[in-house]
Nanobody, 125 residues
Framework: QVQLVESGGGLVQPGGSLRLSCAASIFNLNHYAIAWFRQAPGKEREGVSCISSGDGSTYYGDSVKGRFTMSRDNARNMSYLQMNSLKPEDTAVYYC??????????????????WGQGTRVTVSS
């Protein structure tokens, strides 16, 4: 059974940085797209970033472009989300998710069936 475990969340001041990690227990992770979503209180789950299976093309949501960088290490079954210049509006629970053979054109949470438990990020002074 596929399992995803996020880590790296915490409290950070505005303008600070955090790096989230997602450990995946998956054979042939390169066959899967990996995505990061976030959900703030009272809001819908939002696609933050996604790396496609196959060509590895990367999607970023408009609100994080230029500030967040997503990467994946298929050999170590890991994905990372480097978050810089954090803003209070980035406060949310961040989840990683995977889907086999998926192109990250504009990822929707309903496209993904396997999720981690989430890690909380709070940006506050």
């Amino acid at each position: 059974q596929v399992q995803l475990v996020e880590s790296g969340g915490g409290l950070v001041q505005p303008g600070g940085s955090l790096r989230l990690s997602c450990a995946a227990s998956i054979f042939n992770l390169n066959h899967y797209a990996i995505a990061w979503f976030r959900q703030a209180p009272g809001k819908e789950r939002e696609g933050v970033s996604c790396i496609s299976s196959g060509d590895g093309s990367t999607y970023y949501g408009d609100s994080v472009k230029g500030r967040f960088t997503m990467s994946r290490d298929n050999a170590r079954n890991m994905s990372y989300l480097q978050m810089n210049s954090l803003k209070p509006e980035d406060t949310a629970v961040y989840y990683c998710a995977v889907r086999r053979f998926y192109a990250c054109m504009s990822p929707e949470s309903s496209d993904f069936g396997t999720w981690g438990q989430g890690t909380r990020v709070t940006v506050s002074s």
